[in-house]
């Protein structure tokens, strides 16, 4: 079992320049979502989605977009990349089980932008 | 702004001490909290969890105390092992689809 899959490990990007952020899960997990994780702020939602075609905004949507057109995959889009988003990416996915909610992590993409 | 606030944002602690991480949130709707372990170079993995009708739970040597008028809850990790070196996160549950906020992390170095 792979679990949740992130793509590339590290990237390093122009200002400007657009990139996609690979996440696919074989776990049939409804919810997947994007974080960003930051020093001293903690993991910062940027997306969700909670079945295939169903997405919406976290706390940090700005300047990212996803789409859901599987349960396997859910995609992050940089469109136009700034270095304010310099961060280390983490796709997580989980049941959606209104007892426990288990969010299982990628192991994370690293991106720079210059 | 974050709903959850963890303290501290370090801890050194020696072998076979106790660790103790404290969280305090605002938003009376979080429904659970569970507490993810991440070391270098990994994505955060689920540690232990509770519910807000339970004021203690524990695994192994990883308790949760909860305090629900409070509105707070902290992670302590007994006889503290140098395998457990690694950032502790504390989050709470928004809603039943399995939005979480975190808290900004703490990171634990147990020396030998």
């Known amino acids: 079992n792979a679990g949740v899959t992130q793509t590339p490990k590290f990237q390093v990007l122009k200002t400007g320049q657009s990139m996609t952020l690979q996440c696919a899960q074989d776990m049939n997990h409804e919810y997947m979502s994007w974080y960003r994780q930051d020093p001293g702020m903690g993991l910062r939602l940027i997306h969700y989605s909670v079945g295939a075609g169903i997405t919406d905004q976290g706390e940090v949507p700005n300047g990212y977009n996803v789409s859901r057109s599987t349960t396997e995959d859910f995609p992050l889009r940089l469109l136009s990349a700034a270095p304010s988003q310099t961060s280390v990416y983490f796709c997580a996915s989980s049941r959606i089980n209104s007892g426990a909610n288990v969010l299982t992590f990628g192991a994370g993409s690293r991106l720079t932008v210059l | 702004q974050q709903q959850v606030k963890q303290s501290p944002q370090s801890l050194i602690v020696q072998k076979g001490g106790i660790s103790i991480i404290n969280c305090a949130y605002e938003?009376?709707?979080?429904?659970?909290f569970p507490w993810y372990q991440q070391f270098p170079g990994k994505g955060p993995a689920l540690l232990i969890a509770?519910?807000?009708?339970?004021s203690e739970k524990k695994e192994g040597r990883f308790t949760i105390s909860f305090n629900k008028s409070a509105k707070q809850f902290s992670l302590h990790i007994m006889d503290s092992q140098p395998g457990d070196s690694a950032t502790y996160f504390c989050?709470?549950?928004?809603?039943?689809?399995?939005?979480?906020?975190f808290g900004a992390g703490t990171q634990v170095v147990v020396t030998p």
């Open positions: 509770i519910r807000p009708d339970v």
């Open positions: 989050a709470a549950r928004a809603d039943s689809w399995g939005k979480f906020q």
């Open positions: 938003n009376t709707a979080f429904d659970y």
